[in-house]
């Protein structure tokens, strides 16, 4: 199992098993915009061996599937070690598909078809949950947010933030340092496609600079002009 991913610079890993072209394609796009790093896998043994292989923090597994269902996909992973959360994706909505699935030691499972926004809440869950390793506290500099009590502080201040200002935070300090595209943070914080208008983002960006950054020293958040916004103490702090 991956230690926590949000110190690895490739990002969060998830394997889709998924034979249906269409629907495969589909959760490989959404996955991938959603800032996700993702494999397809059409095969079930192909599947398998990815997922035994490729240290993923997640696998999206459909049950009918040629070669090789997704139960027997299910049974070796776990038999294998692996704790991976898996979310089942089934067909057919039905009490026994369900309990077999977690009784293999799926996590969770969802009815095709779904919307692809509850597919995205499914899995953002399923992270935060396999992440045991995951510090609860982020801080840079002297800005300190705190996950569980879900709490921002800077310079022993505490700052009140609304929900998605927290969200928003909370995404620029888990990639500190990185450059993070107003696509993605669209995507990450209101579930937003690559098209919506991005008038959103600065407007909250703005806001959430005027309670953690303006009062203080240094300004730690910065844009990134034609790239989007990073969260960094600045060189030498
Ligand atoms: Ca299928």
Known sequence: MAAFPAGKAGGVKILIVEDEPKTGEYLRQGLSEAGFVVDLARHGMDGLHLALTG???LVVLDVMLPGLDG???LQTVRRAGHEMPVLF?????QVEDRVRGLELGADDYLVKPFAFSEL????RTLLRRGRSKEPEVFRVADLELDLLRRRVVRAGTRIDL???EFA???LLMRRQGEVLPRSLIASQVWDMNFDSDTNVIE?????LRAKVDEPFEPRLIRTVRGMGYVLEAPEGE
């Open 55 to 57: 240290d993923y923090d």
């Open 168 to 170: 928003l935070l909370e």
């Open 203 to 207: 407007v909250a960006v703005r806001r």
């Open 89 to 93: 994706l089934t067909a057919r909505d």
């Open 120 to 123: 995205l809440a499914r899995v």
């Open 162 to 164: 609304t929900a998605k």
């Open 71 to 73: 139960w027997s996909v």
